[in-house]
């Protein structure tokens, strides 16, 4: 059990998939203006990585393994992706149309969001069993909504001061996404033993 | 004091608010002098919240001191009456005592010298009238609330007794630094006041009274303990001195530890606030026979050579005044009011009205100008802030156009009072922007109902037009059916077929149903 | 080979039949969308914005083909609230809320050729044919229609007058860092 | 709408300010530091002192550098005193003995990244301080932990004007001789090496060397009671509030000796931990920083806490010995999210933001 706790807060903090491993940035700087619209986005790629990469680890044991098709797991994992976007949507803009207008463009791009393709690659790399690999995936999503929501935070706030005319806009998003990475180094080689 | 009775001291006092210089005296000291009747007055008809009222004389008549010249208009009014006898000599606009400096219609006075008062009856023994004959000779007065809101007195007690409220406050704060006059009224007048209040706890049919005094000001507290003996219902409280005690739902909540909920009236909680002012006005009106012609105003300031309390006819410009008490050098500002919440005067030529407490004459040293610079967000702001607000946030989302974020962190509830603004390190203008942001909003909300206004008119007109469009056809049908018949009839007359009679007129009978 | 193709097909089957079943389920009616758009629009059809009517102009900005802020009446309230809707940033600094402005006829010059009663939206104008007509302030949105009617140039938009109860406080100018000038 | 008859702006109550200015707060916080400073110059001597004017100076350069390309008065700016104390925390979280472009690098880090991108003073996310610090830290790593023991400036063996500028300059030179390990660097690497920490620190009289600050460390590393000292003449000018310091205190101790209880030999005392490290600076003058910092009584509670928890979980269990910038960086990322959540009850309200209920109110005497 306690190791499980260990690898949700290695994966959610140390490992950071935001801060530490540069996945998923298209979102982390696209949707990250307002704090709702974080959580959500944050919420939603939770959905769909932790459900697509259970999915994906069923069929890579079940189906491309015992059929000895492994070269199809880019593919495989693709589809079953877009997918798990395609039903999160329509589920999304059935039970909070708000958030579904908010999100627009961002939502259907969870799939090419490559935190979400590159989790399960990862499990599979590593050799997961299916628990630690829920659990690993788990912890990434809950790091990167943790991230979403902290920089959301942050934006909101960079909002309402004047920033130089030539920061303005991208390059301060970034400059600031940089101090949040400093502040999230002091996690490096943190190891419970 | 000992260190544990300073820190115990500290920790009984109210957590918000500030504690400004509070300049008091010598002006509150000195006694109250008699303004000499001016040269000319100018009485504006909107000294009070809500409706103005509506002049009742014409530009050349003579009206007589107390004659009613302008009469309220709507529920939430006030008349106003003539300051002396004299010729009115004009009706037109005045500038108002308005930071934006633009005009308001005020009645022109000029004084005959005889100072002749009107005829008033006045009631033998008060208490034996019923409460609503009392509101009644208050709403005749043209009493309005003198502590700066100026909410006509008689709708507030109409309300406080149709609600039940079974507290009346008196409030004797006057937290705002300079001002004096409530010290001065409580000093001099006190069981005119007592009997003020008293009258007012008879109109509304209140209990027990409570008159909340700073403790900086010893003098009215011992006056006004001194006149309120005989009367057990009414007991003086002093209260910390601390800015803005003297603001209705803080002083209420020190004195009955209930809180006015911020969508409610006070009067919704049992409690009603008058100002000691105020009560001595109702005395004067129901007792005398006079109605809110004059009152005292503190002029005080460091550029006043006499500051002082002084008796003044409603109307009287500031440059009066200012003639007056001795100005000794060119003022830097002046305010009408106190210097936490008063409004900027753009000169001097402005009307002394009902509401006014002060005119303070502020050198520049007094009023500290410093140019803005950055919010550092230390805090003191919401430290101060007497309503629990975060007024570094709201002033940062205003500055970014975001005013429905600043809704959102509670500025309707912000009272204006100046803590924050005064508190600020780094010399922001908070209540600017708050003032800038509430201005807006009801611009918005006026546009908005406007729009809506304007939305129902085009459905209605839509409506209209399909009705009439309707109608046109209708009555086109008609009379293309009545010349078919007629054409009928005529050829039925010719020839005798009666089918095709029949026919037509099934079909005149169709269009005329389908049409109406 | 064959395993694959299979499989991938089997695959790509099941995902788009629990598809099909997820968009039944999750069906959404009409779009919601516009009716909420027209409801907050001002209804008036004044055509300011230079679509057939409010209805149109909801559709279009519903769409993204007209910006929120096309609405001269609404003003920066409406783009705001248009833009909350929609959920996109807006830069309020461009809109300018027009001056709130009303029309009035000028007596003298008015002919009474009630072209102008006919094409007001809210009906605010009153008069008859051969009579001077008058503007009834309360009604009137501003929206300058009448204006362009008028053969006579009698009608024109005047500024509501400034008051002291309507007036309202500067906002602060605080500096910070300003825009750099254009170089050269 | 606003067509005014007047010139310009009518003035906007109050017409009354308070004395109180942001150039004197900054330079009262900076006036705190100057006896703490003061001893840490007497304990390394001139290649700190060098050290800490160039950091200073640099940090008040690229304040006024930024503040001129940006053609906004520079005198009005830097002297505001916000850079001073920028540059003056920042060069107490360095080594004394750091070289020269250390010092400069950091500096000017400081306040152009750490500030002035974000438009100055008040607009800044992170504490610029502890950004060009934790910058330093991972760019640098060896120059930033190279610890001297103290060598009092009275000493004979010290390095005078001359020889300080050198070290400055040229770096340090017999580096063996003077070089020590501050105490959570030693306590550390003792136990990676297996060494249980109650013989690692038996000789070295832990923790009240630390006390009287005659032990290896940054300059405001030292001097802790010094500088708790200043915290305090802070509080009780009410310049900052207890609620961040005492949270953070409490935060990293109560876990220490919950820790240290459970296995001494494994994890260090609380009272190594608050006296070593940035814990007392970071305390008093690091978290506290107003721009960055949760602005409501609660809030700032769960920062502090914040603070101090994570200072004790990467001390003890990270990968760098001392976690007082990372926490404090950490915890201001958090700090928006906070202010968002955490807010004061408005009068008249309750806390979540609805009205209260007359009817409860009308019964209350």
Redesign the interface.
């Known amino acids: 059990m306690s190791e499980y706790l260990v690898l949700l807060v290695s994966t959610a903090l140390v490992n950071n998939v935001v801060m530490v491993r540069f996945l998923g940035l298209c979102p982390f700087m696209g949707v990250s203006?307002r704090?709702d619209?974080a959580i959500g986005m944050g919420l939603a790629t939770s959905f769909v990585i932790v459900l697509a990469a259970s999915l994906s680890w069923i069929?890579e044991h079940w189906?491309?393994v015992p059929?000895?098709?492994s070269y199809?797991r880019l593919?495989?994992f693709i589809?079953?992706i877009a997918?798990v976007v395609?039903?999160t949507e329509?589920?999304m803009?059935?039970?909070a149309?708000?958030l579904y207008?908010?999100?627009?463009i961002y939502l259907p791009l969870i799939a090419t969001n490559c935190s979400v393709l590159g989790l399960p690659l990862i499990n599979m790399q590593e050799g997961h069993g299916f628990v630690t690999a829920i659990v690993y995936d788990f912890g990434s999503a809950l790091g990167f909504t943790l991230a979403m929501?902290?920089?959301a935070?942050?934006r909101?706030?960079?909002?309402?001061?004047?920033?130089?005319?030539?920061?303005s806009g991208a390059p301060?998003a970034f400059?600031?996404a940089s101090?949040?990475s400093?502040?999230?180094?002091?996690?490096?080689?943190?190891?419970?033993? | 004091m000992g260190f544990i009775e300073r820190f115990l001291h500290t920790l009984s006092e109210p957590r918000w608010g500030v504690h400004p210089d509070d300049r008091k005296r010598p002006a509150a000291d000195a006694p109250l002098r008699l303004l000499p009747m001016p040269k000319r007055l100018y009485i504006p008809l909107q000294q009070h919240v809500g409706q103005p009222a509506r002049s009742v004389v014409l530009v050349g008549q003579r009206v007589l001191k107390g004659q009613l010249i302008a009469e309220p208009q709507g529920r939430i009014s006030a008349p106003v009456h003539a300051s002396t006898s004299g010729t009115v000599f004009m009706i037109g606009d005045i500038t108002a005592p308005h930071p934006s400096g633009l005009a308001f219609a005020a009645i022109g006075l000029e004084p005959d010298g005889i100072d002749a008062s009107a005829e008033s009856a006045v009631p033998a023994d008060p208490f034996a009238l019923p409460p609503a004959e009392i509101t009644r000779l208050i709403a005749a007065a043209g009493i309005v609330g003198l502590g700066g809101a100026t909410f006509p007195s008689a709708v507030k007690l109409a309300l406080g007794q149709r609600s039940g409220v079974a507290t009346l406050i008196v409030n004797g704060g006057e937290c705002e630094p300079y001002l004096s006059c409530d010290d001065r009224v409580m000093r001099d007048a006190a069981p005119a006041v007592v009997d003020g209040v008293r009258l007012m706890m008879h109109a509304i049919g209140a209990r027990e009274a409570l008159v909340g005094i700073e403790a900086n000001k010893p003098e009215a507290i011992v006056a006004m303990r001194k006149a309120a003996a005989p009367f057990a219902a009414i007991r003086i409280c002093p209260v910390p001195a601390r800015y803005p005690m003297g603001s209705d739902r803080q002083l209420i909540q020190t004195l009955t530890g209930k809180e006015v909920p911020s969508d409610c009236r006070a009067a919704d909680v049992g409690v009603i606030v008058n100002n000691v002012s105020t009560a001595n006005a109702v005395h004067r009106a129901v007792r005398l026979g006079e109605p809110l012609i004059r009152r005292i105003v503190t002029i005080n300031g460091g550029a006043i050579w006499q500051p002082g309390n002084v008796m003044v006819p409603v109307g009287t410009l500031v440059s009066d005044l200012l003639a007056f008490a001795g100005v000794k050098s060119e003022p830097e500002r002046l305010v009408m009011g106190g210097p936490m919440m008063g409004t900027v005067l753009p000169h001097a030529s402005v009307p002394i009205v009902k509401g006014t407490a002060g005119i303070l004459a502020l050198n520049a040293e007094e009023i500290a100008e410093s140019e803005p610079g950055a919010c550092i967000r230390c805090g003191n702001c919401t430290r101060a802030c007497p309503a629990g607000l975060l007024p570094l946030e709201m002033a940062a989302r205003i500055r970014a156009g975001d005013l429905p974020g600043a809704e959102a962190f509670g500025l309707s509830d912000c009272i204006g009072c100046g803590c924050c603004a005064y508190i600020c390190p780094a010399h922001l203008p908070l209540v600017q922007y708050f003032n800038h942001a509430k201005g807006e909003l009801s611009t918005q909300e006026r546009t908005r109902l406007r729009n809506d206004a304007a939305k129902r008119l085009a459905a209605e007109r839509a409506g209209r037009l399909e009705r009439e469009a309707l109608e046109k056809s209708a009555a086109a049908a008609r009379r293309k059916a009545e010349r078919n018949a007629a054409k009928a009839a005529e050829a039925a007359r010719a020839s005798p077929a009666v089918p095709t009679t029949q026919h037509a007129e099934k079909n005149t009978a169709a269009l005329v149903e389908t049409s109406s | 080979m064959f395993a694959a193709v299979a499989s991938l097909a089997l695959l790509g089957a099941a995902l788009g039949f629990g598809l099909g079943i997820a968009a039944r389920r999750f069906a959404v009616e009409s779009d919601s969308l516009v009716d909420a758009l027209v409801a907050m629009m001002p209804g008036s059809n004044c055509g300011q914005c230079g679509q057939a009517g409010c209805a149109e102009a909801a559709r279009l900005i519903a769409e993204g083909t007209a910006p929120v802020t096309s609405c001269p009446p609404g003003g920066k309230a409406l783009a705001s609230a248009l833009a909350a809707k929609l959920g996109i940033p807006l830069d309020l600094s461009t809109v300018a809320d027009q001056e709130p402005r009303i029309a009035s006829i000028a007596e003298d010059i008015c002919i009474g050729c009630c072209r102008c009663i006919k094409v007001c939206p809210t009906d605010a104008v009153i008069g008859a044919a051969k009579q001077i007509h008058a503007v009834i302030r309360e009604a009137c949105t501003g929206c300058g229609a009448c204006i362009e009617r008028c053969p006579t140039e009698a009608a024109t938009l005047q500024p509501l007058p400034a008051t002291v109860s309507h007036w309202v406080w500067p906002k602060p100018d605080v500096p910070a860092y300003p825009a750099p000038a254009l170089a050269n | 709408m606003n067509d005014l008859p007047l010139a310009s702006t009518p003035a906007s109550s109050p017409h009354a300010k308070t004395a109180d200015a942001v150039p004197r707060i900054m330079l009262t916080v900076a006036a705190t530091l100057v006896p703490a400073t003061l001893f840490a110059f007497w304990l390394y001597g001139w290649p700190a002192i060098f050290v800490w004017l160039i950091t200073v100076g640099s940090a008040v350069l690229g304040e006024a550098v930024c503040v001129r390309l940006a053609g906004r008065p520079v005198a009005r700016t830097v002297g505001d005193g916000s850079a001073l104390l920028t540059g003056w925390l920042l060069a107490l979280s360095l080594p004394p003995w750091a070289p020269w472009w250390i010092g400069a690098v950091g500096g000017l880090f400081s306040t152009i990244v750490g500030k002035q991108v974000f438009g100055g003073l008040g607009c800044n996310l992170f504490n610029p301080a502890m950004v060009a610090r934790v910058f330093l830290l991972v760019s640098f790593p060896v120059q930033m932990t190279v610890w001297v023991t103290p060598l009092p400036i009275t000493a004979p063996t010290a390095p005078g004007f001359h020889d300080g500028l050198l070290v400055v300059l040229n770096g340090i030179p017999k580096l063996d001789a003077v070089s020590s390990a501050s105490l959570l660097g030693f306590a550390k690497t003792e136990l990676s090496r297996g060494v249980d920490l109650m013989h690692a620190l038996a000789g070295t009289g832990a923790p009240t060397s630390s006390l009287a600050g005659a032990r290896a460390g940054s300059l405001g590393e030292t001097a802790t009671l010094l500088i708790a000292a200043g915290g305090f003449i802070l509080l009780a000018r009410r310049l900052i509030t207890w609620h961040i310091s005492l949270a953070m205190l409490i935060g990293l101790a109560v876990p220490a000796a919950v820790a240290h209880a459970a296995d001494p030999g494994r994890y260090l005392d609380p009272a190594s931990h608050l006296l070593s490290g940035g814990a007392v600076l970071g305390a008093f003058y690091i978290a506290t920083d107003y721009v960055t910092s949760p602005n409501t009584d609660l809030g700032q509670l769960i920062y502090g806490l914040g603070c101090g928890l994570l200072t004790y979980v990467i001390r003890t269990w990270g990968g760098y010995p001392e976690g007082v910038a990372f926490a404090v960086l950490l915890m201001n990322a958090a700090t928006p999210v906070i202010d968002r959540y955490v807010r004061p009850r408005i009068l008249g309200r309750d806390r979540r933001g609805a009205p209260l209920d007359p009817a409860t109110q009308r019964v209350k005497s």
Do not use: C, W, Y
Not at chain 1, 101 to 104: A, C, S, T, V
Not at chain 1, 156 to 167: G, I, M, S, Y
Not at chain 1, 182 to 190: I, Q, T, V
């Open positions: 203006k704090i619209g069929l189906l491309l059929l000895g098709l199809l593919l495989t589809l079953v997918a395609q039903f329509a589920a803009r059935k039970i149309p708000d207008q908010m999100l627009g929501l902290v920089f935070g942050l909101e706030r960079l909002a309402l001061v004047r920033v130089p005319h030539a920061f301060i400059i600031l101090q949040m400093l502040a999230f180094m002091g996690f490096s080689g943190l190891n419970f033993k």
